[in-house]
Structure formats: C-alpha cells, structure tokens
C-alpha cells in the first residue's frame, strides 16, 4: 500500500529534550516536505527536499532541522524544543502536483 | 504580501451545493490546489488546476482564473460525510490557506 508513515503520532516532552519525528515514504517521489498544523493558521511549510541531498526552507524553519540520506526517508529534527514549537506536524510526499500527507505528529512541549 | 484567503466557515444542508471560494497573492505560482481534512485526520487531495476553467470530479469540481488569482471549490449533492476542513494551495510557493470549515446538516 502507497503510504507516508510518520512516528511517533503523540508525543510529550520537555523543552530542550532534542527529539527526531521519522517520516518515510513508499512511493519513490523526490519532492517530500514538512509542515505544522496550528488552529486558524492552517499549514505552514518548514523545510521541503527535492532529492536526496537537497533541502530547502520553508515558510517556518527556526528551530527545525532536515536530513536527506535517502529517497524513502526525511527526518525532521528539534534540537533545543520549546513550548512555541507545540504543533501537529505532518509530514509530505508528493508526485506531480499532487502530496501525500502522512497520519500527523501531535508534539506537546511542556 | 503573500497569502491564500479563504472563509473561516461554511454551513450547508445535505443535497444542497456549496462553493469555497479562495484568492490567492503569491510570488511562485504554477497552480491551485485543494485538500480536504476531517478532524483529527490528514489533508487529502481533492484537485488540482493549472489552466483557467472548471476541472469536475464527481461530485467535486473545482474552477481557476489566474488573471483574477482567484479559484474556488464547488461541492454538489451535500452529504454528512463533507463536513470537514477544505483548503486551498498554491502550488510553487507550497502555501495553504487558513482552511474552510464546512458544516453539513441534515
């Protein structure tokens, strides 16, 4: 089955307690990218990747980092999280014009 | 500036037609896109314009006029199931609207 799988999907911690959201994809598609998902604001691009090795940001980057190694997977990673930083977080692969969403990471930053 | 607006909220009855309109100011665009999200779930596709005109699928069609940087989303024979969050997205600059949130009642 063509899926984006994301993980964790909830997530409780502490600020400053660097953690990494996964996200892999099954479909061979270049383009994947990360957004957060806040009320009334709708989603916000953090950082996209054409290819392996490429990446880019987005709208929102303070505070995030990507890595590309490989096609199926682009991690997104929080060095130092803070409370501001509390969101749902999808992550997205796309074909064409047309993106997969991955299920969603609620992360809590207490 | 850039931006994607679009209504906060819709209500509709069942078997009614509703359209979601959306204007778009972006520096990168090569087409409008549109997603739906039921709470608690992720955005999935709905469609895609690249050229002015109305693009039908199914129930949904959705229509685009790029020398007005306007399009909207039509959705016909209303039905429970519609009740969720539509957005639209430019395509090139990758930016969503704040979403509209649709309202179908019985």
């Known amino acids: ?110 | 500036g850039q931006s994607l607006e679009q209504p906060s909220e819709v209500t509709a009855v069942e078997g009614a037609i509703v359209q979601i309109n959306c204007t778009y100011q972006t520096s990168g665009f090569y087409g409008l896109s549109w997603y739906q999200q039921h709470d608690g779930g992720a955005p999935t596709f709905l469609s895609y314009n690249a050229l002015d005109g109305l693009e039908e699928t199914g129930r949904f069609s959705s229509f685009l006029s790029r020398s007005d940087s306007y399009g909207y989303l039509l959705l016909q024979e209303l039905q429970m199931k519609d009740s969720a969050s539509y957005f639209c997205a430019v395509w090139g600059d990758m930016r969503f609207g704040a979403g509209t949130r649709l309202t179908v009642k019985p």
Not at chain 1, 5 to 17: D, M
Not at chain 1, 25 to 52: A, C, F, K, T
Not at chain 1, 53 to 61: C, L, Q
Not at chain 1, 97 to 104: K, L, R
């Open chain 1, 1 to 110: 089955e063509a899926q984006v799988t994301q993980n964790p999907r909830y997530l409780i911690t502490v600020t400053g307690k660097k953690l990494t959201v996964t996200c892999s994809q099954n479909m061979n598609h270049e383009y994947m990218s990360w957004y957060r998902q806040d009320p009334g604001l709708g989603l916000r691009q953090i950082y996209y990747s054409m290819n392996v090795e490429v990446t880019d940001k987005g709208d929102v980057p303070e505070g995030y980092k990507v890595s590309r190694k490989e096609k199926r997977n682009f991690p997104l990673i929080l060095e130092s999280p803070s409370p501001n930083q509390t969101s749902l977080y999808f992550c997205a692969s796309s074909l064409n014009n047309e993106q997969f969403f991955g299920p969603g990471t609620r992360l809590t930053v207490l």
